[in-house]
């Protein structure tokens, strides 16, 4: 680990409002924060307002915490195409698990979803090999 970008307040912050977004949306709306089910509904869905303005809210978020954290661009190390074919197999796995990490991780775990504690359990199992066998093939 680089103890250098270790940041835990920042995660610590993040974390809890990743909660209280989950938490809002859920009594405001009835709904729960699964983003990938979130966004398939803008296409599918009749009601789509709530669901952009979710997403734009996740995005507006990102885009005010960079700028006033003074975080810059992030490091692309991959091309656009790789960054598009990434993108895509996330949505296909996403459809396939039937739910993402945040819908998952976040809101199936807090209702104790045994179907997310599997979930969950496969999608770090996944990280964690994709991210050894990165490395290791990076390795000199």
Do not use: K, Q, Y
């Not at 810059?72 to 190390?77: C, K, L, M, V």
């Not at 598009?84 to 296909?92: D, K, N, Q, R």
């Amino acid at each position: 680990m680089n103890e250098a970008a270790f940041t835990p307040v920042a995660s610590l912050i993040g974390g809890v409002l990743i909660g209280l977004s989950a938490t809002l949306l859920v009594l405001t709306n009835g709904r729960i924060a699964g983003i990938s089910g979130i966004a398939a509904g803008l296409i599918s869905s009749s009601d789509r307002a709530w669901r952009a303005s979710f997403l734009g809210g996740l995005v507006a978020a990102a885009g005010l915490a960079s700028w006033l954290l003074d975080l810059g661009r992030a490091p692309w190390s991959s091309g656009p195409g790789v960054l598009v074919v990434s993108g895509l197999l996330v949505g296909v796995g996403t459809r396939l698990g039937n739910g993402c990490t945040s819908g998952h991780g976040v809101c199936g775990l807090s209702r104790l979803s045994f179907r997310s504690l599997v979930a969950t359990l496969v999608f770090m199992a996944a990280g964690i090999v994709t991210v050894t066998v990165v490395r290791l093939g990076a390795s000199p």
